[in-house]
Every structure is written in structure tokens, then in C-alpha cells.
């Protein structure tokens, strides 16, 4: 019953976001838990967020931007210092991956993540993008 109500849960938020969001029910020790979420914008750009949390190293958020066919972003975010070292010490190994693959990656930069500031008269629905022409309806 919890995984189904996790798929509805993700469903749910695709059809809202106007994106595909994914649950990440994989049997994978290290991971806490994790999402995927993937949007197409009308210039052919996709983006592709990957939030994880590894009981290791802690919140990692993957944006990822893929644009002209095969050119592709990636921002790295994390807090945890051993992580973001593992990365820079891969990074030659994940290009020359990419490039086998045909993907030539533009941009590979490693971030501190935002920190998000909490007010009490913040508004939920400050970051609504106005393009989205969506409605939602509930019946009872």
C-alpha cells in the first residue's frame, strides 16, 4: 500500500508540474531515497533533476540540461566534502564516458547548495512558472 501511494504520490506531481517525475523504489543500501524528474521545454532543451539522499554523503542534487541533440550541462550539489573530492577525481573518467556515448558535456561544475530560507510569510507558489497553462480540478 505505501508504494502504490508513493506512485500516485509522483503521478500526481507530474501531471501538476507539467514533468515526469519518478520514485526511486530501488533495493539500493546506500540510498535513503531519491527522485527523478524530467521536463522538455518547446526550444527542445531537457532537463532532468536527480535529488538522492545517500546515507553517506548526504543530499545530492543532479541538474542536468541537454540541449542541440547532444550537448549537456551538469551542476553538482552537495554539502559533503569527501563527495564533491570522489567527483573531481572521476570527472575525466565521466567525460571520456559521455563522449563514447556521443554526448559532449559543455559544462560539469560542483556547487554548494542553496540555502533556503524559511519565513513564516513566505508564499508556497512563489516559484509557479506563469508560462504553464494548466488547470487542476477535484471532485468530492
Known amino acids: 500500500d505505501k508504494l502504490s501511494l508513493q506512485i500516485d504520490n509522483y ?8 514533468s515526469a517525475s519518478l520514485y526511486l523504489p530501488f533495493d539500493w543500501d546506500d540510498m535513503e531515497n531519491g527522485k527523478i524528474e524530467i521536463k522538455h521545454s518547446e526550444d527542445d ?22 540541449y542541440d541533440t547532444n550537448q549537456l550541462n551538469i551542476h553538482i550539489y552537495s554539502q559533503n566534502d569527501e563527495f564533491k573530492k ?3 577525481e572521476n570527472l575525466g573518467e565521466l567525460k571520456s564516458a559521455l563522449i563514447d556515448a ?3 558535456p559543455r559544462q560539469i561544475k560542483i556547487f554548494e547548495p542553496k540555502i533556503k530560507q524559511t519565513s513564516p510569510y513566505a508564499s508556497p507558489y512563489e ?3 506563469d508560462d504553464i497553462k494548466m488547470g487542476f480540478e477535484i471532485k468530492i
Open 102 to 104: 556521443k554526448i559532449t
Open 45 to 66: 532543451t531537457f532537463f532532468c533533476n536527480i535529488d538522492l539522499k545517500l546515507k553517506e554523503y548526504g543530499e545530492v542534487n543532479l541538474k542536468l540540461a541537454l
Open 127 to 129: 516559484n509557479i512558472n
Open 11 to 18: 503521478q500526481l506531481q507530474s501531471y501538476l508540474s507539467n
Open 86 to 88: 570522489i567527483v573531481r
